[in-house]
């Protein structure tokens, strides 16, 4: 009886682990024999009909897919025979009670880590599918600018297995080799020759745009390195193929992308040391991501290249569309920093940039844009002599947001004590706060002279400063940003980018200002109110 018991137990847990083994395998997506990345071939009853590709391209995911079923595949194997083993040796046990014993506990254990694998991929499988079926994710890629073709509209559309509507991704569609093309995204030569100085060159008559005419226009040109006068490209229509209007030799790209274009480099075709590059004029060959950026919301760090080396900032605003009647008009501003990291902290020093900064000036190529030389100053209030500070551009990270049209900022309340509480003075208690109540969007408010309300005794300044400013509470509806400064002063905010003190950049109340490492030290503070939150 004891033999039956046993091998009944044997059999019930192979059948338990069979059907736990096939259920984890076939929970894998099943892969069409005929089926590829890109879609999924059809079968045919024909024999002499084309077979389907057997080439498929595999990627990460799919990859990581085979390693987690391969896994779970091997620890059901492993598993089967910890059970086995157990088996045999609970079988051969009689008279050995130690060796049963032993036998029990590992087929024990191979059930548990039966339960361990099934129980994990049931726990993951309810919490997200997706989580056992992992998948190439559908990116579409982000291209600017475009492409350039040496044939025209009807010359391409004649072309045999040939679609306008393709000819967005050249790269991966199989082309006559008549066909040639050039990708885009700055100005320069027109030659599609790859080699031009060994062959002959070939220049385009057609243009796929990934823009519109709002964001970016072509000027055309019939000699090199865009010289002469140059015939204005019909606005362009987006993601369509464009016909040129005349055969050009080289393209100039007039951009104009609303945001904050940073650059790591300075216009210096007119000679050193060079100006703030204007977008609508950019030199040949700067192309977006080398050379310049274009940001509509903020970075707590800015990417390679630009990390530390920032030279000139451009504003160019954007323009409210005709035909949508909510539309209106943003304007951006920035500040920069000195150090990486998000909103409400000591940020090091910080430099702001709107069009009434010293450093800034409107363009003459077009007045609604906004050219920034960073660091370019004042030496001093008494020298209207412009210098170049390289410590402004040593900044990791920036601040970007809109600025309303009319200033609507609710009143700021400072306090030397925490909370606000009311300062004590032997048995007498005074409301020791101060009020400000900013008039305009760009606000600077120099607490140097101001006395606290009842208290009577100046606010000071220093590190943990006994009368200096202890906490910070913003009363507006709207959103604002408010800017700390360890400094006092003038009230001429146009010339406040100094680099010399630290400033804290917050938008919201702080009860303690000893969390920002603030407490006692604003001598200074910024109001600025923007138009939606950052």
Known sequence: MTKIYKLLIIIV??????????????????????????GT??????????????????????????????????????TLLVIIMGGMR????????????????????????????????????????????????????????????????????????????????????????????????????ANLNKDAASQAAIYPRSFYSFEDSKTLKLELYQKPDCKGDPVTQTPLVKDALNQLDIIPQCIKMVWTVPGVWIFNKLDTRGGDPGVAPDPEDLPLRWSRGKDYLILQTGQSGLPHGFNNNIAAIAIVPK???????????????????NTSGSTNQEKGWANIYYEDMQECNRSTKNSDEILCRVGWRETSKHDSTKKLFPKATKASSITIFTIPDHANMGEIQICRE?????????????????????????????????????????????????????????????????????????????????????????????????????????????????????
């Open 41 to 78: 071939y059809p079968t045919y009853d024909d024999p002499n009909a084309p077979a389907a590709p057997t080439s498929i391209n595999v990627y990460l995911p799919r990859f990581i897919s085979y390693i987690y079923y391969s896994a779970m595949a091997l620890g059901g194997t492993i």
């Open 13 to 38: 847990s192979l059948c338990v682990f069979t059907g736990i083994t096939s259920t984890t395998i076939n929970a894998q997506p099943p892969v069409p024999e005929s089926s590829l990345e890109g």
């Open 319 to 337: 323009k409210p569309n005709p035909n949508v009647l909510e539309d209106v008009e943003l304007n951006f501003a920035a500040i920069l920093h």
């Open 90 to 189: 609970f079988l051969t046990s009689a008279g050995n009670p130690s060796t049963t014993t032993d036998a029990r506990n590992q087929i024990l254990s191979g059930f548990l880590g039966l339960i361990i694998i099934l129980g994990s991929y049931i726990i993951l499988n309810e919490l997200n599918s997706d989580l056992t079926d992992l998948q190439l994710p559908d990116i579409s890629p982000v291209r600017n600018g475009g492409i350039l073709y040496n044939k025209n509209y009807a010359e391409i559309q004649g072309m045999s297995g040939v679609s306008t509507d393709d000819l967005d991704l050249p790269e991966v569609i199989d082309l006559p080799e008549e066909l040639i093309y050039k990708a885009i995204s700055s100005s320069g030569s």
């Open 418 to 534: 925490d909370i606000c509480d009311d300062h004590q003075v032997g048995s007498n208690f005074y409301s020791a706060d101060y009020i400000i109540n900013p008039d305009k969007n760009f606000y600077l408010k120099n607490l140097e002279g101001v006395d606290w309300d009842e208290y009577n005794k100046p606010i000071k300044m220093g590190r943990n400063a006994p009368d200096g400013v202890t906490a910070i509470y913003l009363n507006s509806i709207e959103p604002q940003i408010v800017l700390l400064y360890n400094k006092f002063y003038d009230d001429d905010i146009s010339k406040i980018n100094d680099n010399s003190t630290d400033v804290a950049i917050i938008n919201q109340s702080f009860p303690s200002l000893r969390i920002l490492s603030m407490n006692g030290k604003t001598g200074t503070i910024v109001a600025i109110g923007v138009r939606s939150e950052f």
